[in-house]
Each structure stands twice: as C-alpha cells, then as structure tokens.
Nanobody, 121 residues
Framework: QLQASGGGLVEAGDFLRLSCAASGRTFSTYAMAWFRQAPGKERDFVAAITWDGSSTEYADSVKGRFTISRDNAKNTVWLQMNSLKPEDTAVYFC????????????????WGQGTQVTVSS
C-alpha cells in the first residue's frame, strides 16, 4: 500500500516535497515512480527511481527542477519539486513495480491515492 502526501497550494517559483510511504517488507525490491494528472488530461510520467536508488529518470518537463529519491530503511520515496510552475498543477501519484524503471502507467501495478499540487501564477 502506498500513501502519498505533501501536496499543497504554492506560488510559481516555490518548492514542495512530496512523500510516498509504503507498507510491506518488499519495498526495497520495487522501482518507484511519480506520475501526475491535470484536470481533463491523461496521467503522465514525472520521475522514477530504481529499487536501489542507483538510477533515475525524469520527464523532460521537470528535468533540472525535480529530484526523486528514496530511503529503503524508511520505506519512503520523495519528490523534491523546485522552481514550480503553474503547469505543474496536477494530482501527483506514486507508483511501484517490480523490475526496472518504466514510464508507462500500465507498467505499474501499485498506486497511491494521489496528492494535489496547485501552483498559482
């Protein structure tokens, strides 16, 4: 089970740190990812990290601004979001899968409930 938190209302240029807490003893074997979904749009890939944190991948739209990280001892993955823009406004979801990084929603079996991020201009 995944529980996302940390969303909120911020101004453009601000930062937020999202957290995703996982339950279960096998968290450390899962690749983790963040996706986001704006109103009326599809759920899009944001960032992903391998089970051991050795490799990450980002959507072009967030490269250089967002950082994904994890601590397997705490069963937690984070998304540090800096220099936020109004177009980052969306519901953010964390997801988990066995195996390597993937950018398609269909590749992830486990999903959190989402946390709202709203960036005002």
């Amino acid at each position: 089970q995944l529980q996302a938190s940390g969303g909120g209302l911020v101004e453009a240029g601000d930062f937020l740190r999202l957290s995703c807490a996982a339950s279960g003893r096998t968290f450390s074997t899962y690749a983790m990812a963040w996706f986001r979904q704006a109103p009326g749009k599809e759920r899009d890939f944001v960032a992903a990290i391998t089970w051991d944190g050795s490799s990450t991948e980002y959507a072009d739209s967030v490269k250089g601004r967002f950082t994904i990280s994890r601590d397997n001892a705490k069963n937690t993955v984070w998304l540090q979001m800096n220099s936020l823009k109004p177009e980052d406004t969306a519901v953010y979801f964390c997801a988990a899968r066995r195996g390597g990084i993937a950018i398609l929603t269909t590749m992830y079996r486990h999903w959190g409930q989402g946390t709202q991020v709203t960036v005002s201009s």
